[in-house]
């Protein structure tokens, strides 16, 4: 099982991305999927998770009304929308999956299966 994390990359602020998480090998559609970051010297958190299963979608308060979190389930993808960036959204970005929790949770110890990763700067 593996998760993979893309879409990362260097924008000005307030500017938009779009990162995306595929998780060959399982279908994504069973599960919670979240999104967490690691700002610089920073520890990681929690910014917007999906339970892909009834659609119901959770954001940090930092990240909401500027991110979106949605999936696609024909390509076994989950999405974050990402706009209005600032330089403080700057992170590597990282994507996991809930396989053994029947609901949602923002703690990084409830999902079990990550990806690798995706670094996102905000700089002018």
């Known amino acids: 099982v593996q998760l993979q994390a893309s879409g990362g990359g260097l924008v000005q602020p307030g500017g938009s991305l779009r990162l995306s998480c595929s998780g060959p090998g399982f279908t994504l559609e069973d599960y919670i999927i979240g999104w967490f970051r690691r700002p610089p010297g920073k520890g990681r958190e929690w910014i917007s998770s999906v339970d892909v299963e009834d659609d119901s979608t959770y954001y940090a308060d930092t990240v909401k009304g500027r991110f979106t979190i949605s999936e696609d389930n024909a390509k076994n993808t989950v999405h974050l929308q990402m706009n209005n960036l600032k330089p403080e959204d700057t992170a590597v970005y990282y994507c996991?999956?809930?396989?053994?929790?029947?609901?949602?949770?923002?703690?990084?110890?409830?999902?079990?299966?990550w990806g690798q990763g995706t670094q996102v700067t905000v700089s002018s």
């Open positions: 996991a999956v809930d396989t053994t929790g029947s609901s949602f949770s923002s703690s990084a110890s409830a999902y079990n299966y």
